[in-house]
Each structure stands twice: as C-alpha cells, then as structure tokens.
C-alpha cells in the first residue's frame, strides 16, 4: 500500500501530515510521495496543437504568461500530455518556484502529487466521470470526458462553516451535474458529506475515502520530479534508435545463428568425410591383403600338380562305360588317348562343353571289321588345376 | 545552433559508423555462411562418392580370412625343403604299389632340369592302378605325376603303365 503525505504551507513553513487520518509526520516517517495543497499549487488546461513532443514545453511557457499571472522567472510549471485522435491537450501544473522548492525540501527524493495524479487513472477508464476531491481547506472539482480532463475548478473552504457540497453542486452547468460523481475526502468529511445529501438528491453520486484511493494506487506519477526530466531524454527519435539498434541486433543475432548451424553442419559432415576416409583407408589395406593373397594363392594353384585322377574320371564320364581306353599318355596338361567304341564323332560333342577340356583333337578313326565298334585317337588338354 | 549542428552530424557519424560496422558484420558472416555452404556441398558430394566406392570392411574382412583359410591349408600340402629325399619318397610311392597289387618291373631317380623324379614301370589290375592314380590325387601332400602312359591289356582288365612321379616342395 502507498503511503502519502499531504504537505501545506503553514508560518512560511511546509507541514506534512499523513492523507488519509490527517495525523502529523516528522521529518523521518517514511512517505511514498506528497500530495501537495491546491491553495499553493495551480492546474490549467490547455488546447495544444498537435507539434513533437520536444516543442511542447516550449509552447507551453510561451503560453504560460498569458494564463498565469506569476514573474515567468519565479514560475515552475510540470505538465501532462493527454490526446484523443488528434485533439491533444496539456494539463500544467504550476507553482512559484520557492514554494517548490519549499515542498521538496518537506520531502525530499520523494515525488510531489496533485489529485489528478491520483485520479486520472480511474477516471480514464469511466470515460465520462467527475469527481469531487475534498480536503480540510479546499476541494477541487474535476471533469472528465472520454476520459481526458476537460475542466477543474478549485473551491476554497471557508474556515469555521460547513462545506456544503449540494449548494456547490447547484453552481455547476446542468451538463456535468449529468455526469456520475465521485466524492474523495477523508473518512469522518465523507459521514458529513451523506449525511448533508438531499433526499431528492437524484445523482449518481459514490463516495471513496483517501484510504480506498490510495490503495487502488499501483504506480506513482510524480510531478516537477527528475524521472519526467530523465524520461524526456528519451526523444521518439532516441526510442526508435534505441528500437532500431535492438531489431538490427536481434537480425544479426539471428542471421548468425544461420551462419552457426550452416558450420555446425558443415563441422558434422567434415566429421563424417574423416570417418569415411580412414574407413577407405582400412577397406583399401584390406583390399590389398586380398589382392596378396589372391595373387599367392593363383601362384600356388600354379604349382598344383596335375590330377590324373581327375582325368580318367573327367573321360569315363565324357566318353562313357561303352567306351574301351586302350592307350593314355599324359605329358603335363596335355594327353592322348586311344579307345575303343561307338560314334566317336557324337563323343566329341561333350568335350565341346566341357570347361575341363580344351582343344580336344579327334585324330584317327579306324572302324573294326571284327564289330561294330570303331578305334580312334584323340589328343587335348586338360584344366583341373 | 552551431551546437545543434555538431549534435546532428555527430548523430549522422555515428548512424554511419554503426551502420558500416553492421555492414563489416554481415558481410562476414555471409562469407563464413557461403563457405560453410560451399565446403558442406563438397563434403556431401565426396560422402556420397566415398559411400560408393568403399565396399563393405566386414565383407571384405571375411574374405581376406576365407583366403587366408585357404592359403594355410593349401601350404600344409607342400612339402617344406629337406623334410622328404627322392629316395624316401620312392620307397613310399613303391609300397604304395605293392600295397594295391601293382607289380613294379622297373624304376629309376632321373634329374630333369635339376629337381630328382621317380619313374616306375608297372604292371597289374586296372582297377590297381586306378586306386593308386586316386591315392595319388587325395594325398595329403601334393604328389605330381607329371607324364603318364599306360596301355590296357584286352580283355584281362590288366594294364602296363610307365608314369613319373615326384613331389611339391616349398619354402615359406
């Protein structure tokens, strides 16, 4: 909860007492910010056109001196911007440097409020309100219409009477009586308040105390402070710097992620190309292992010897059983038979197929006259290696 | 207004300068994304080129030791120098013969370019000889009969044969 001091000038002194019971505060107690007296401090509102923010200041003192009637050299002036499409209005709080200075030194580092920074907030978000902001010794009137202030009048109290809120309301233009109203005072000023309401009083009038008003409170906006002066630093141009230079940042940030997943990729096939190239490597040492092996093993089939056992077998089953080998000479690959049997014409049609055999040679056929049969001689060579 | 000048110029300096710096920045980054893309493509290309041409390491592991099997049971088949004379050689290939029924009619150790031969004469069954011809090939030495000639005698199913034989040798 925000805790505010209120701050009045009494003896050419600022007094400090707490908002919402009135209870007096030393110098020590801790305040989140002071709402300073309407009697010390002005508020006026002013159509502006619609000129960069940096210009407004400017245009405002200009303005200054045709409302207020203060040495412009002893004026201090804070101010507010409200716009609405393209109506723009500048609310100006203004005060005699002095006593500014006055209320700052009652608290210092804390920020100095007016009741509008108090209520503007509620009052934005009803659009179309007025309240009433009742102290001890003032009371301040507030119009609000589509939530931006149109009017505020101050009434002074008259020290010793009553403050009568329904002979006030009397004196305001039937268009704001119109408007709902919100009464802000004190706790035992709010019992005074119903209970001087009229029976016929037929406006929708509610009522919150300075407590209730300060607890809505979620953020202080304070007034002739050095944080407006730190935020105005920050010109619309230093923002959309400020936001270029994030944007450009976060591009780069972004484009050099692509750049970092492309190397990352890059590094894991590099990785993967040094796996296949060792892997090619062993394959290759392998493959030439093979080849010696091979080499040595065709070496040494060379040196196999011949099988004549094969050789017979390989005959008998190319020549058949009816077939009578009388002679065989073998010499290395190559041999010569001479057998006994039918159409050795049709026998040398197997060895055409045989892959045991080559360049088989039928030589001589001699028909015996004793049979049918035939001796013949064939030569060739034979591959069993 | 002089100041306010120096303000803008300064601002315009500075807008330039960061500006260039971006500039600089990007344009290194571009060429570390244009080579990173560059060397990935190359990568990927030899990849797939590798992956083509390496065979199978297990497949080709497997068949250096098939080989391998074979060339060490191919090599248990040779006899090592000095291990067998033709002499003991001959007296083996002689009761071999004699064991199948062959009669020997003759033989002689002859030097033919330098390696010392066996040649036998025999005679006896053909069925004899073709068991010793077997014998011959299912050895578990490399026998060599190098030239061969026998002829059959008709009718009684026996045959004359004249064969050299000898025997493989090798240094590993």
């Known amino acids: 909860m925000i805790v505010l001091g209120y701050g009045e000038e009494k003896e050419a002194e600022i007094h400090v007492s707490r908002l919402d019971d009135g209870a007096n505060l030393n110098g020590n107690s801790r305040i989140d910010g002071l709402l300073v007296s309407r009697l010390d401090f002005d508020l006026q509102i002013l159509d502006i056109p619609n000129v960069p923010e940096k210009e407004v200041q400017g245009l405002i003192r200009y303005r200054l001196r045709s409302i207020y009637p203060g040495n412009p050299g002893e004026t201090a002036f804070d101010y507010r911007v409200e716009s609405a499409g393209a109506h723009q209005r500048a609310i100006v709080f203004i005060s005699r440097k002095a006593i500014l200075e006055k209320y700052r030194n009652a608290a210092p580092q804390r920020p100095l409020f007016f009741p509008y920074s108090l209520i503007e907030g509620m009052a934005r978000r009803r659009k179309d309100v007025r309240t009433w902001f009742c102290h001890r010794d003032w009371a301040e009137h507030s119009v609000f219409r589509g939530g931006l202030l149109s009017s505020c009048r101050l009434v002074r109290k008259k020290e010793g009477e009553r403050f009568d809120l329904e002979d006030v309301e009397d004196t305001l233009p039937e268009d704001e009586r119109a408007l709902p109203v919100l009464v802000i005072a004190s706790p035992a000023e709010l019992t005074d308040l119903r209970a001087g309401q009229r029976a016929d009083n037929s406006s929708d009038m509610r009522y919150l105390s300075f407590q209730e008003l300060t607890s809505a409170q979620r953020r202080l906006d304070g007034l002739f402070g050095e944080a407006r002066r730190a935020r105005a630093m920050f010109t619309p141009a230093a923002r959309i710097a400020g936001l270029a230079v994030v944007v450009a940042a976060l591009g780069v940030l972004v484009f050099f992620k692509h750049v970092w997943l492309a190397e990352a990729s890059c590094d894991r096939l590099k990785k993967t190309h040094s796996d296949l190239v060792k892997q090619s490597g062993r394959v290759m040492a392998v493959q030439k292992e093979v080849d010696a092996l091979r080499a040595e093993l065709s070496s040494m089939s060379a040196e196999k010897p011949q099988d004549i056992y094969l050789l017979l077998s390989e005959l008998t089953r190319v020549l058949g059983s009816a077939v009578q080998i009388r002679d065989m000479q073998v010499q290395g690959d190559s041999f010569q038979i001479e057998a006994v049997g039918s159409n050795p014409l049709k026998l040398m049609e197997g060895f055409r197929d045989n892959a045991y055999f080559s360049v088989v040679k039928l030589s001589q056929v001699v028909p015996d006259p004793r049979s049918s049969r035939e001796r013949f001689s064939l030569s060739g060579v034979f591959h069993a290696r | ?172």
């Open chain 2, 1 to 172: 207004m002089p100041a306010k000048r120096e303000k803008q110029l300064l601002v315009v300096l500075a807008a330039v300068i960061c500006i260039t710096a971006l500039g600089i920045v990007i344009s290194l980054g571009a060429e570390r994304l244009k080579a990173a893309r560059t060397d990935a493509a190359q990568f990927r290309d030899q990849i797939e080129k590798l992956e083509r041409s390496i065979g199978s390491e297990t497949q080709a592991k497997a068949l250096r030791d098939r080989l391998h099997g074979e060339l060490d049971v191919m090599k248990t088949r040779f006899y090592a120098p000095n291990e067998v004379n033709p002499y003991s050689f001959g007296t083996l290939i002689k009761k071999k013969l004699a064991s199948l029924g062959m009669a020997v009619v003759r033989y002689q150790v002859i030097e033919v370019k330098g390696a010392s031969i066996l040649e036998f004469s025999v005679s006896g069954s053909l069925y004899s000889f073709v068991l010793f011809l077997k014998e011959v090939s299912e050895s578990e030495r490399y026998w060599t009969i190098s030239s061969l000639a026998m002829t059959t005698r008709e009718g009684a199913g026996g045959v004359d044969a004249v064969f050299r034989i000898g025997y493989e040798v090798r240094d590993f």
